[in-house]
């Protein structure tokens, strides 16, 4: 085991099952992968992100309602007209698209990528133009990280371990990623923020 890690606790993780509980489910780490697979199975609408996933086979073991689907996103806008410019508005409902990666890396440079603060930027950004979407790119360096979501529970873990050990290997991370998951989530430490 690489220094530092959890150490393993004699409890171990039950099958995903219908003898299983809501509670209990929720206790452990399962991966998309896993709760898909137990929904087929039981018949369950298998649609939506981890979470929602979660929640829909959480309910089933408890005999419960499924819970309301979010509502569908809608269809993506067409691809802002050529060529782009700072002076290029941004429509209603625009994502962020491999057309605007590469404008925006040719704008401010090899360093760009589409993190929250741009995400965020571009999804309420109708009306508002590329120059200034580069412009927001630039005042938002050096800012803090803000927190991975709750959803890519691996990311926040390979995040957090390797600010932890500097030196430590991506094997050895998923090593200790690997003794994590196999525990309680109550016995996992509290993410950073």
């Not at 409902?93 to 990666?101: D, K, P, S, V």
């Not at 040719?106 to 133009?129: E, H, L, Q």
Request: glycine share 8%; proline share 12%.
């Amino acid at each position: 085991m690489v220094a530092g890690t959890i150490p393993a606790m004699t409890e171990s993780r039950p099958p995903l099952t219908d003898e299983l509980s809501g509670p209990e489910l929720l206790r452990w780490y399962w991966t998309r992968a896993e709760l898909l697979r137990f929904a087929r199975a039981s018949g369950l609408d298998a649609s939506g992100d981890k979470q929602a996933l979660t929640a829909k086979v959480a309910a089933h073991l408890d005999g419960a309602p499924a819970p309301r689907a979010a509502p569908r996103r809608p269809p993506p806008p067409p691809p802002l007209p050529e060529p782009l410019s700072p002076d290029t508005v941004i429509p209603a409902g625009q994502r962020c698209t491999q057309q605007l990666r590469r404008h925006l890396t040719a704008v401010v440079g090899p360093s760009f990528r589409f993190d929250a603060a741009m995400r965020d930027f571009v999804a309420g950004g109708a009306g508002r133009t590329l120059g200034a979407a580069a412009d927001h790119w630039s005042r938002t360096r050096g800012r803090p990280r803000p927190a991975i979501g709750a959803q890519f529970e691996l990311n926040r873990f390979l995040r957090d371990w390797h600010h932890d050990h500097p030196a430590g290997t991506r094997a050895e991370a998923l090593e200790a990623w690997q003794v994590r998951r196999a525990l309680p989530v109550e016995a996992w430490t509290a993410p950073r923020p």
